[in-house]
């Protein structure tokens, strides 16, 4: 249970990360931060500051969707110790899509997401083979 618990904090921490990087290049780019209105002054930002912002809403997405496949899991009522080597992996590709979509390395970042993807559809597909 604490590997889920952790691994749910990590990765609702991870989009706020993106959100001080995309800070960062707003700064750096544009010379301030607006704060009243944080959204519309991120559409101004171009490289790898567009790129913060855009993994910053994949991670939003990809908590969404792990959320869900463990929240399936634990109705199943399957032990969730048994998931926690899962859990670690996708855990660690999400940490590392996070530079490597800012970073534009777009192969590796593409395999980091189908592998998290594939991780959460098998914790689906354990959870629906338990009922």
Known sequence: MNTVILSL???????????????????????????????????????????????????????GVYSAAILAVFISGIDLQSISTPIMVFVALRVAYIPLYIGNIDKL?????????????????IALSAG
């Open 9 to 63: 904090l990590i990765l609702s921490l991870l989009p706020l990360i993106c959100a001080w990087t995309a800070g960062f290049y707003r700064q750096k780019q544009l010379g301030s931060v607006d704060n009243k209105e944080p959204r519309l002054q991120s559409l101004q930002l171009t490289g790898a500051g567009a790129r913060a912002v855009a993994a910053q809403s994949n991670t939003w997405e990809a908590l």
């Open 109 to 125: 970042r593409s395999l980091s997401f189908i592998a998290g993807l594939g991780i959460c559809i098998y914790l689906f597909y």
